[in-house]
């Protein structure tokens, strides 16, 4: 076995180094591995502490050398056959080193790896739901199996953990010092063991934590002037951006349709260093890979792994004509002269059904025409107006150079970007002076586009004029072979060559959607009516086969609404009719009472053994069985209202606290954070309604309550047969409603099953009122008395009652927090609209200069190239905006929520933001999106202030006008107590058990 030596530098951070060198000691096997520590002048203990470790080499430097200088100090002293550079803020994980050596070691040609973790640069981050470092290890040990076909080649690796041969370092030298203190060398190692002939590969079969950034938090300016002037050495030094020349078009490369083992020939024009052919390469291990690109330093990496040609492409190519399944153009047809011409001309390069890939800017961009009528058409060094942009498009213009070009098969897709309320405004405005159906297209930044060679044109145009003269000749089996040679073209393909095309539009299209009835699904037929409709709404044949149609699919209402907007109904129409109204009425017949009927059945020829043998498996005699049914729970419900309910109700009240789900995973938070609560395991056969039902018919003799969740079919199954068999036990529903909470359910038949629920509850007082005023006016009317009652029961934060060591919980003092806003979530969710708080701190941070953002949680990979484009365009907030990525430790994040003066949530729906409650109890002061929840954690407003959804502005003027000592000081143990009394989980579930009383 080879001996690897671990390059640790360090400079403060002793927390984070114990951490470090304490996990390389429990996963790494002994005797395989030398720790070499490089001190850059530590004044926090760091030194005193390394000095008392025996098994450590040591290096103590007087003065702050920087990265690049103290790896190469501790590679001088190194003993091993490999050298691991590795961040201290790092925490390796079970088989982390012998799976990185087995790949390092499999190929001679392979000169270092590295592997992936949940927070670093470069496509390296995988997502993770752990939040604690029990629960790490954990994820990893399952991620860490050993798996070859999980290595991916890379055009360079990141620092905080490269495996390097020690056989690599002699012949390629040392880290270039230059970029010290640190940033971008890591960068240009990587390319430099590239030159000399060898891969990179990062291991996505290995997975270690890293904290990230610790080193550079305590001076972010200082750092962002480091970051910036390493990028200029890097380019100054290989003659390319590394930042811009690596990026990986992964959405270009989604849209690759071949089978993994094709042996496809992929070209890339602008290619630059291959980050995109590479990745291709990973996915696709038989493509061959080729490339147009003018920087040659830039193709030179490219060449290694990839044919790469300094070619004109408005000329004539070097290639073989019909020899390629793709061509990509990402980002270079608005830099061409004639971009017409080159799609004309590449189509010979490309196989008979051989594509295009292109991603182009759009010009109708509602923020070029704001500038545009404004007199503005000012050139930038990027974005839509780059200065190097010589041709601009629209959704249009391109489509027609693609069909000019005789592309068909024309796929888009669109990026977008974040807007204000003032945004949306104006494209209303757009669309108010245009079209209503060019909002898309008001809104798409770029388009991203699929295009297919093959002159599917006149093949279709031949096949739907002989259609349809053998309609009107009956010629059945002709028409048969003409459906069939359909098959190859899409149905939007279809429609849109019928109305082109053929003169009986209406008869044909409705013999399309007949004859594909039974053979595709509904999604392909009703499209072929609804144009038909479109083409002539009051057509009598097109009305009656769609609500044919849609009573098959059990779409009754929408069927009515159709078969009234026929004024004249034949016979037919009646008889369908009257097909209609008994189906309709059967099947919620048979919703409502197959199920009580099955357990009426059972219970006959059971209810002895069910009485005499069914226990739950925790089942303990004089104490009450609460059982939460929620198939769906994972680890991370535990500590939730899934979990926290039932735990309280132990702790608290002595009951016997059950989760019946399937097994999810593992199970961490039973052993610490809600020790007591048991799990029964489900069997799973794929039906979740069935399964639910089965368990109850075996267990539901000893559930004193059931607890289950939200208004769906199965809720309502699950309680008719609970009731059926346990009729004095009790059942308390959980709506977990928000604002978009649908009640088409609700009938007569439904209200009546939810009338045998004791306690049903939402979790805000909005959604109180609402399930309380309205729905009753809505489906009742004034005239008739409303049967049910619906609680207001909120949800609560996370409290550890083993280690709380006061009966009153320690207040936080302002005293304590910095100028901090903080938020905490998935990053990047379409719902969680994190973009409209990152633009409101742009507007509102000049009038608040010693304020910073900090953005706490996983970022979204989609949501990363928003941030880039985000700091490009504001360089200035670099300093300012802290992205910290993921904090699995509690107690780290518990740590941010008590820094933080301002807590702000900028969710577009929620049905209780646990986030807001845990802000509350730290004393954070809350600025909120206007969802009900925000409502109840303000108390209305007394604790913070509400925006309107998606309103940048208004929240930049909030936090403008909150961000002061005055405000924030005044409220701080306020809101504390506040949460407290409302928000904890003792008094929430004192309050339900009190209503269960009372039933």
């Avoid at 880290?175 to 990062?202: C, H, M, T, V």
């Avoid at 204000?420 to 494209?427: K, L, N, Q, S």
Wanted: proline share 2%; hydrophobic share 40%.
């Amino acid at each position: 076995m080879f001996k690897t030596s671990i390059i640790i530098l360090t400079h403060n951070k002793l927390e984070y180094t114990k951490q470090c060198i304490e996990s390389i000691r429990r996963y790494s096997d002994e005797g395989t591995y030398q720790i070499i520590i490089v001190d850059n002048a530590s004044t926090d203990g760091t030194v005193s502490w390394l000095k008392k470790q025996s098994d450590l080499t040591t290096i103590f430097n007087d003065k702050n050398l920087g990265f690049p200088t103290g790896c190469n100090q501790g590679i001088k002293v190194a003993s091993g056959d490999d050298i691991l550079l590795l961040n201290n803020d790092v925490v390796v994980t079970e088989n982390w080193l012998k799976n990185l050596k087995s790949c390092l070691y499999s190929s001679d040609s392979i000169g270092a790896v590295g592997p992936v973790t949940n927070s670093a640069a470069y496509y390296t981050m995988v997502p993770v739901e752990y939040s604690s470092m029990e629960e790490m290890h954990q994820f990893a040990k399952g991620f860490n199996q050993l798996d070859a076909e999980k290595w991916e080649q890379r055009l360079k690796l990141i620092g905080f953990c490269m495996l390097i041969k020690k056989s690599v370092i002699e012949e390629v030298g040392l880290l270039d010092e230059i970029f010290s203190p640190g940033n971008f060398e890591d960068d240009d190692y990587s390319f430099r063991i590239q030159k000399a002939g060898y891969k990179l590969i990062l291991c996505k079969d290995t997975f270690i934590h890293h904290y990230g950034g610790t080193s550079f938090k305590e001076d972010i300016e200082k750092y962002h002037q480091v970051l910036k002037m390493n990028e200029d050495k890097f380019e100054t030094k290989w003659g390319f951006n590394s930042t811009y020349s690596t990026y990986i078009r992964n959405e270009i490369v989604e849209l690759i349709d071949s089978s993994k083992d094709a042996a496809i020939n992929v070209l890339e024009i602008g290619c630059a260093c291959g980050g995109t052919l590479l990745k291709i390469k990973n996915s696709y291990k038989n493509a061959n890979l080729y490339g147009i690109e003018f920087n040659e330093n830039a193709s030179a990496i490219a060449n290694q792994f990839a044919n790469v040609k300094a070619q004109d492409a408005e000329r004539e190519m070097d290639y073989p004509k019909g020899f390629f399944d793709y061509i990509i153009l990402a980002d270079v047809l608005e830099h061409l002269y004639d971009p017409w011409a080159v799609m004309k001309n590449i189509r010979k390069y490309l196989k008979e059904d051989g594509k295009v890939l292109i991603s182009i800017p759009n010009v109708m961009h509602f923020s070029l025409l704001q500038k545009v009528i404004k007199g503005n058409w000012t050139y930038t060094d990027a974005g839509l107006l780059d200065k190097t942009h010589i041709r601009f498009f629209t959704l249009n213009e391109i489509k027609k150079m693609l069909l000019d070009a005789n592309y068909s098969g024309i796929e888009f897709g669109a990026s977008t970007v974040g807007k204000t309320t003032d945004d949306e405004a104006f494209i209303q405005l757009l669309t108010k002076i245009s079209d209503s159906s060019l909002e898309g297209q008001y809104n798409a930044y770029q388009y991203i586009v699929k295009a297919v060679k093959s002159d599917k044109k006149t093949k279709l145009i031949n096949i739907l004029n002989t259609l349809e003269t053998n309609l009107i000749h009956h010629l059945d089996e002709d028409l048969e072979l003409n459906l069939n040679e359909l098959e190859g073209f899409s149905t939007e393909e279809v429609i849109t060559g019928v109305c082109l095309h053929v003169e009986d539009k209406i008869g044909v299209l409705n013999y399309l959607a007949i004859r594909n009835y039974g053979k595709a699904s509904i999604d392909e037929v009703i499209p072929y009516l609804q144009r038909a409709l479109e083409l002539r709404p009051d057509d009598s044949d097109t009305i009656y086969n769609l609500i044919f149609v849609l009573k098959s699919i059990g779409e009754f209402e929408l069927a009515k609404q159709y078969f009234d907007s026929v004024q004249e109904k034949d016979p037919e129409f009646i008889s369908l009719y009257k097909e209609l109204l008994e189906l309709d009425t059967k099947n919620k017949v048979e919703f409502l009472n197959n199920n009580m009927e099955n357990c009426d059945s059972y219970l006959l020829d059971q209810a002895t053994e069910i009485k005499n043998a069914k226990e739950l498996p925790y089942y303990k005699a004089g104490r009450k069985n609460f059982v939460t049914l929620f198939p769906e729970t994972e680890n991370v419900h535990l500590t939730k209202d899934v979990g926290m309910i039932g735990y309280t109700l132990y702790k608290k009240h002595d009951f016997n606290s059950t989760i019946a789900c399937y097994e999810n995973g593992d199970y961490p938070y039973l052993e610490k954070e809600v020790r007591g609560l048991n799990i029964d395991f489900i069997s799973k056969t794929g039906n979740t309604l069935e399964d639910g039902k089965l368990y109850l018919l075996n267990n539901a003799l000893n559930i004193d309550i059931l607890h289950l969740f939200h208004l769906e079919t199965r809720s309502l199954v699950w309680i008719q047969t609970y009731k059926a068999i346990n009729p004095v036990g009790k059942v308390y529903l959980k709506l977990d409603a928000d604002s978009r909470f649908m009640n088409s359910m609700i009938n007569e038949e439904v209200i009546n099953i939810l009338g045998l629920c004791d306690v049903i509850s939402v979790e805000t007082k909005g959604m109180y009122k609402y399930l309380n005023e309205v729905w009753p006016l809505r489906h009742y009317g004034l005239n008739k008395e409303w049967p049910l009652r619906i609680e207001y029961i909120p949800n609560g934060f996370f409290e550890d009652f083993d280690s709380l060591a006061h009966e009153e919980p320690l207040k936080i003092q302002y005293e304590e927090k910095e100028n901090f806003i903080c938020t905490v979530g998935r990053i990047g969710l379409v719902q969680k609209a994190n973009e409209i708080l990152l633009e409101a701190f742009r507007i509102a941070s000049p009038k608040m200069p010693n304020w910073k953002l900090k953005v706490v949680g996983q970022v979204e990979e989609q949501f990363i190239s928003y941030l880039q484009r985000f700091f490009i365009l504001n360089p200035e907030l670099q300093e300012k905006i802290i992205i910290t990525g993921n904090i699995v430790e509690k107690d780290l994040l518990e740590e941010e929520y008590r820094k933080a003066k301002v807590f702000v949530l900028t969710s577009r729906f929620e049905s209780f933001g646990l986030v807001l409650a845990e802000a509350a109890k730290n004393g954070c002061y809350i600025i909120s999106s206007d969802i009900f929840p925000a409502w109840d954690i303000t108390n209305n407003k007394k604790y913070g202030d509400i925006f309107e959804i998606d309103n940048i502005e208004q929240l930049a003027r909030m936090l403008i006008e909150n961000c002061n000592d005055i405000i924030l000081k005044e409220k701080c143990i306020g809101i504390q107590d506040y949460a407290y009394s409302h928000f904890s989980w003792p008094g929430i579930c004192q309050e339900l058990l009190q209503l269960l009383d009372e039933i």
